[in-house]
């Protein structure tokens, strides 16, 4: 059973588009994270959700909308996307206070 | 933002040959943990230090988290093509939650 799962894997679309994804976590956690990986591989907290709730949320610009229906799904929408958001962006997962986060496999984000 | 720098950025070494990798910051954590990113995955977790001067070991590989619990070291022994990956750290903060992580470290271990 796959712990943290993200969907899709591959995303590849058009300047100007909105897309979406999804992130289900079956490890029971009550936190979420979403993370952007650029192309020096460096890892940037974007987001940070705790039982539903909102934590975390650094700069980001506002066309980046998370939503988290219960502690287990966390979803990042993205509306206009931008060439300067193509990057890889992880979801991942942790117990409130245990320091330790299990990542999702990725998704690749191309914007054209 | 607390900034974790790692060195070196880079490493191409030989099969057999032994390394160290290490994470420095200002800042003081809760924990520090290593992971390890191999492409087209996710990092995954190796390690997690506690306590300052802590050492863990984990077959080949040790872990070792700074007195002042700012800084730590990884050390591989005898690396193996299998070593192979980006070695990410990351600095834990009880306050607020958070995770910071390091600039990381590309290891390439040729067979």
């Known amino acids: 059973d796959t712990a943290v799962s993200q969907t899709p894997k591959y995303l590849v679309t058009q300047m100007g588009n909105d897309k979406s994804i999804k992130c289900e976590q079956n490890?029971?956690?009550?936190?979420m994270y979403w993370y952007k990986q650029d192309s020096k591989k460096f890892l940037k907290i974007m987001f940070s959700y705790n039982n539903k709730e909102l934590i975390i949320n650094e700069t980001v610009p506002n066309r980046f909308s998370p939503k988290s229906p219960d502690k287990a799904h966390l979803n990042l929408h993205i509306n206009s996307l931008e060439l300067g958001d193509s990057a890889v962006y992880f979801c991942?997962?942790?117990?409130?206070?245990?320091?330790?986060?299990?990542f999702g496999s990725g998704t690749q984000l191309s914007v054209l | 933002t607390q900034l974790l720098e790692q060195s070196p950025q880079f490493l191409s070494i030989q099969e057999g040959e032994n390394l160290t990798v290490y994470c420095n910051s200002s800042?003081?954590?809760?924990?520090l943990q290593w992971y390890r990113q191999e492409p087209g995955e996710g990092p995954v977790l190796l390690v997690t230090v506690v306590t300052g001067g802590e050492v863990k070991k984990l077959k080949r590989l040790t872990f070792q988290f700074g007195d002042a619990r700012k800084d730590s070291s990884l050390h591989i022994t005898a690396a193996q093509p299998g070593d192979t990956g980006l070695y990410l750290c990351a600095g834990f903060s009880n306050t607020g939650n958070q995770f910071y992580f390091g600039t990381g470290t590309s290891l390439t271990v040729i067979p």
């Open positions: 490890l029971g956690h009550d936190t």
């Open positions: 991942a997962s942790s117990l409130r206070g245990a320091g330790k986060l299990f």
């Open positions: 800042s003081v954590f809760s924990s």
